[in-house]
């Protein structure tokens, strides 16, 4: 799971059966990223990673 300023994107599978969702949404600032990293971390159990 990736987030950044203006999306969310999933990805799931292995190699060419590999999925990816992008779900557009935008963010105001850094610490609204951050909060959301945090509540998918604390609810899934998936660690995303934060892009610029």
């Keep these: 799971m990736k987030i950044g300023r203006d999306f969310i994107s999933l990805s799931h599978g292995k190699e060419i059966r590999m999925k ?3 779900l557009l949404r935008m963010y105001r600032d850094d ?6 990293a945090e509540k ?3 609810e899934t159990g998936v660690v995303p990673v934060i892009i610029d």
Excluded at 31 to 36: F, K
């Design 20 to 22: 990816k969702t992008c």
């Design 31 to 36: 610490q609204e990223i951050a909060d959301a």
């Design 40 to 42: 998918f971390r604390n």
